[in-house]
């Protein structure tokens, strides 16, 4: 599965449930790592990092939640992200922004789904 390609994502849980018939969990662990100093980043590499680490956990939690909703299951949503997120590595964009981003959207998305999920 292609976490940054929607339609990728949407097949890859339309598989789960016609073989498990629901979804309980979501772990998005998927990162990818393209860094370099700043001067030298081209913006491909930048994009490509946050396609992956950011817009990949906002595809994968939209389409567990949609399943989880549909289902009528209370599942959760599990976000795993560095420590870097935390202090990030010097002249290294990408490092820090992905990884705190990720990391702050960990709490409001799985309160969300368990409240949207809830009888």
């Known amino acids: 599965m292609d976490v940054a390609d929607p339609a990728s994502v949407a097949a890859g849980f339309k598989a789960v449930v016609e073989t498990h018939g629901r979804l309980d969990i979501l772990v998005n662990n998927a990162g990818i790592t393209d860094d370099g100093l700043i001067l030298r980043m081209p913006k491909a590499s930048w994009d490509r990092?946050?396609?992956?680490d950011l817009t990949g956990v906002f595809l994968a939690s939209q389409e567990a939640a949609k399943v989880m909703v549909r289902k009528?299951?209370?599942g959760r949503i599990v976000n795993?992200?560095?420590v870097v997120g935390l202090t990030g590595i010097p002249a290294r964009p990408t490092t820090l922004r992905q990884r705190r981003a990720s990391s702050a959207s960990r709490k409001p998305s799985r309160a969300r789904s368990a409240r949207a999920a809830s009888p």
């Open 49 to 52: 990092v946050i396609a992956t």
């Open 72 to 74: 009528k299951v209370a």
């Open 80 to 82: 795993i992200t560095s």
